[in-house]
DNA sequence: AAAATAGTGTCTCTTAGACACTATAGG
DNA sequence: CCTATAGTGTCTAAGAGACACTATTTT
């Protein structure tokens, strides 16, 4: 792109205009899973896990009350996975993971306020490291399994998407993509990281292959989890 | 969406306006592969085939004489989709073919113009249906070999778009998507087809292993083709 | 027959699924 | 001791790579 740009077409620039064009205005959604512990209460046993997205209550018309992604409208200044990475920041405090875009919607008259697009980006976040901000009157944040969306309102197109982005999650773990591990704290135990992949692929899979499978992408740490009335664990980080 | 609108909010949409917000223009542009074979007068042996992309010249300031992707911009009564169709429709009379986002460029500068987001599509074409359109007098279009776009002046920040596009293209072939047969004509050989993808993947394959894994998703036809001078080979077309 | 490519048989190595076994912590 | 989960050994079947073999067409 260095280019030497001649007098001839500096004069083209200055009197181009793009507002002859209509233009649509352009968001980025989040769909921000993270994985909780099914059962508080239970600490004689391994946990089952439980996958959840972040949503937003509406506080303003429209679809005011229902529940959508968060998300935002683009800045001329920043590329749409800034502005992604923005609205997760201003939401959980979360920065410097993986932003995946997943979709790009637009569909006319997918937003009754007008031509709106939007590009939606699936991030995965360690529920350890979220802090929703509650000092905003604006609007209510929280957290919800995916059974739970079935009774929901939800404003716009955004159960679609949702269901999109659950599928490309599931395809991350069909492919024991590294990003997987976005969901986990720094170290981990085995057994653990099973029941993430079993909660998102939604299927028993055997101690011993998923075992040998992982030996590839993770490696040990000095630490062990104890406390359990049985063996030990060891726990085990991603290598590099 | 089938929503009560309420009194209140139809008077919230009423006054809403995006008018408040700077918005971007948003374009598609359209990556398309086609496959043609390297030596029209070779009719001896299986000639090898070439991967070409299809690119314009532009009339027009900026980058005028600078070769870019065919594109344009959308529509608000359109999804981004339906405007990277009409455009491959008005270059190349093709139509009915898949197309696949590849990636969103919303990189401030990129366009000199102003703020200007690209969606960009992914298209395989077979070189028998495409008729480029040759009654423009606005701008020129051509096929290039990836080889050729070293030496080319290509202008915004297409080169890049063209190298991620590539790698979608490997990765489909690598995944022996479907999609690759959009390359070839209705029936094929075998060899045609192995020769398709040792273009795309860069490396030579073994014979007896690649029709193996084919064998999946190929099904014979009663053409054979003739007139070579060793034995004759069985034609075939992509199964269902 | 020679040249050239079509098409096949089969060995090996790696990987994935199944499943039963041993180990160790707490009660 | 028992119970619960951690962690291992190994059989088998499927798939991928290597490579040599046979078949058929024109010259």
């Not at 500096?10 to 993270?34: G, Q």
């Not at 609205?87 to 006319?108: H, R």
């Not at 716009?156 to 976005?182: G, M, P, V, W």
Request: some cysteine; hydrophobic content about 35%; aromatic content about 12%.
């Amino acid at each position: 792109m260095d280019r030497k740009i001649s007098k001839e077409e500096r004069e083209f620039l200055n009197n181009y205009s793009l507002a002859k064009y209509e233009r649509p205005s352009v968001a980025a959604d989040i769909v921000v899973f993270r994985m909780v512990e099914k059962d508080e209460e239970n600490k004689k046993k391994t946990r089952p896990k439980c996958l959840q997205i972040l949503l937003i209550k509406r506080a303003n018309y429209p679809f005011k009350n229902y529940w959508t992604l968060p998300g935002g409208f683009c800045r001329p200044d920043e590329r749409i996975e800034e502005t992604a990475r923005r609205e997760l920041f201003e939401e959980t405090n979360v920065s410097g993971v993986d932003m995946k875009l997943i979709g790009v919607y637009s569909e006319p008259g997918r937003d009754p306020r007008g031509w709106i697009i939007s590009n939606t980006y699936m991030v995965l976040v360690n529920h350890l490291d979220c802090e929703l901000r509650t000092d905003k009157e604006a609007w209510e944040a929280k957290w919800f399994s995916l059974d739970e969306l079935d009774g929901l309102d939800i404003g716009f197109d955004h159960r679609t998407i949702i269901r999109e982005a659950f599928l490309s999650l599931k395809e991350y773990a069909s492919s024991y993509s590294n990003r997987i591990f976005d969901l986990l704290p720094p170290s981990f135990t085995l057994a653990e990281l099973q029941l993430v992949y079993e909660e998102i692929l939604q299927c028993n899979l055997t101690k011993q292959n998923f075992r040998r499978k992982m030996m590839e992408f993770v490696e040990e740490t000095d630490e062990v989890e104890t406390g359990y009335s049985h063996r030990n664990s060891q726990k085990y980080r991603r290598k590099h």
